[in-house]
């Protein structure tokens, strides 16, 4: 009884039905959880001020049914939703420090306006009518080599590649904010890749219109941009020369970033939108489960023991395909990857790297020295950033691990004894 007497505060939650159940969190700090429709009504009674007790005798009120809430309120401790308990606070995760914290959802609403979806695909329709007239404007890889110094070619790219990287992540935190979701633009890794990436996971709570537009919105931004070039080459009015080469490099440049977006086994923008289509809560996380469970079963049946409990058997038909077909993708997309990487990426950048030093070291004059420092810059200083990045990422899975590997080899067995 004296548990239940107990008066719970709860951080500010935000919610929206999906199907049959509510998807439940925190904008503040991004995590969210999936309840049926008696966990969401105990939250909105807790919220309102009722205590343990008088919360869950007005759900049995409602529903006939007695429900446990004080192990229900020990979960939303756990996840971290409980501010106080009975006045005394409780610990749970700080709130994310979202980018530009002085952008407001007034600042940018307009921009989840139905009409605006019409301007990349009015830029993009005029663009191909463009290059239906005049072939030449089709982007090629040609119009990368808009010069004869492979530094100076290395080192616009970069530059226009990072900042279209940002502006790109920048149209996910801007239209998330317009529907009221904080967001985060950080930098992280994807298998061998060096990517940006916007944390927006309270868009979950949003209509789907405006989850769509969010998760779209970087590749319209790509596609203007692409469409935005060729028009401008198509007008006549760039002169001959630097400016005309470098629109040209731009529009392809800024096209080079869509095939990586449908590489959805890495989440990429495209993966969320097939998330949110399939209905699934969290397709990576559980398509990465169910190909463990192939492997296991696998294992288990060479060794004549029971297979494993199916992690997808509890979804409905449909989530329950999507996670079974991503699984597919996942190990298929994430093996190429990593032999793409092994027989190709690797050896190239090394021969560069190795190339780059030897100038560097003993070049035939100026040009040639400050060729070699540009590409230790910009390809050495990727692969750093990675490093870094996914250290600070793996760091404890991989301590763990080296710890699992100590204690099963006979030396870190004698030291345990």
């Excluded at 010069?147 to 990287?165: D, K, N, P």
Aim: net charge positive; proline share 6%; charged share 20%.
């Amino acid at each position: 009884m004296g548990a239940e007497a107990v008066r719970v505060t709860l951080h500010p939650l935000r919610g929206r039905r999906d199907g049959a159940e509510w998807i439940v969190g925190r904008m503040d700090t991004g995590d969210f959880v999936a309840l049926p429709d008696a966990g969401h009504d105990a939250v909105e009674l807790l919220a309102a001020g009722l205590t343990v007790q008088q919360a869950r005798q007005r759900l049995v009120d409602r529903t006939g049914r007695d429900l446990d809430l004080p192990a229900f309120v020990a979960a939303l401790v756990e996840l971290g939703f409980v501010a106080a308990i009975d006045g005394v606070p409780v610990a749970s995760p700080p709130p994310v420090r979202p980018t530009w914290p002085w952008l407001r959802e007034g600042h940018v609403r307009r921009l989840l306006h139905p009409a605006l979806l019409a301007v990349p695909f009015l830029a993009v329709l005029a663009a191909v009518v463009a290059v239906a007239r005049q072939p030449a404007l089709l982007p090629s890889y040609h119009d990368l080599l808009f010069s004869r110094h492979g530094s100076v070619v290395l080192a616009v790219e970069f530059v226009c590649g990072w900042s279209l990287v940002f502006l790109h992540e920048l149209c996910h935190l801007v239209t998330a904010r317009a529907a009221g979701v904080p967001g985060r633009i950080r930098m992280g890794t994807r298998l061998q890749f060096l990517v940006a990436h916007t944390d927006v996971s309270g868009i979950v709570t949003a209509p789907r219109r405006h989850r769509l537009t969010v998760y779209l919105s970087g590749i319209a931004f790509n596609l203007t941009v692409s469409a935005g070039c060729v028009l401008a080459l198509a007008a006549g009015s760039l002169p001959d020369g630097p400016p005309r080469r470098l629109v040209a490099a731009l529009a392809v440049v800024s096209l080079l970033s869509l095939p990586f977006e449908f590489m959805v086994f890495m989440r990429t923008d495209v993966y969320f939108v097939l998330e949110d289509l399939a209905g699934a809560k969290d397709l990576y996380g559980d398509g990465t489960a169910y190909a463990r469970f192939l492997v296991a079963r696998a294992g288990r049946r060479l060794r004549g023991r029971p297979a494993p409990v199916d992690p997808s058997a509890g979804f409905g038909v449909r989530e329950r395909r999507a996670v079974r077909a991503f699984s597919v993708l996942l190990v298929a997309g994430t093996a190429a990857c990593l032999a793409t990487m092994a027989a190709v990426t690797l050896p190239a950048d090394v021969g560069l790297l190795s190339g780059a030093v030897r100038h560097a070291a003993g070049g035939r004059g100026p040009w040639d020295r400050w060729d070699a420092a540009a590409v230790l810059a910009v390809l050495g200083g990727g692969q750093l950033a990675w490093a870094f990045l996914w250290w600070r990422r793996h760091r404890v899975r991989v301590a763990r691990l080296a710890r699992r590997v100590m204690r099963r080899s006979p030396a870190g067995a004698r030291a345990a004894r």
